[in-house]
Nanobody, 119 residues
Framework: QVQLVESGGGLVQAGDSLRLSCTASGRTFSTYDMGWFRQAPGKERAFVASISRSGDSTDYADSVKGRFTISRDNAKNTVYLRMNSLKPEDTAVYYC????????????WGQGTQVTVSS
């Protein structure tokens, strides 16, 4: 199992930007699809974005399209989530996750990083 550690969360104002990072242990990072999810207070964890092993394919939740960008650097074992034009409704704990090839679901999770957007 890959170990994941997120960083970069914080308290910002509406309209600000943040970049989250998630660094993976091990030498097989490039064999995993990576994703970002978030969980707001009182809500279930929800998909935010994903990126393929090579980085040539990405997917986004409708609520973040055009504002968030997922990217990865396989040489650094790191996946990023650039968040622009942040809104109060983006407030949540953000988790990164890994999915091995041929697996249907994301199966390895980080501990999460808090993002709070004030109005």
């Amino acid at each position: 199992q890959v170990q994941l550690v997120e960083s970069g969360g914080g308290l910002v104002q509406a309209g600000d930007s943040l970049r989250l990072s998630c660094t993976a242990s091990g030498r097989t990072f490039s064999t995993y699809d990576m994703g970002w999810f978030r969980q707001a207070p009182g809500k279930e964890r929800a998909f935010v974005a994903s990126i393929s092993r090579s980085g040539d394919s990405t997917d986004y939740a409708d609520s973040v399209k055009g504002r968030f960008t997922i990217s990865r650097d396989n040489a650094k074992n790191t996946v990023y989530l650039r968040m622009n034009s942040l809104k109060p409704e983006d407030t949540a704990v953000y988790y990164c996750a890994a999915r091995a090839r041929y697996q249907p679901d994301f199966h390895s999770w980080g501990q999460g990083t808090q993002v709070t957007v004030s109005s």
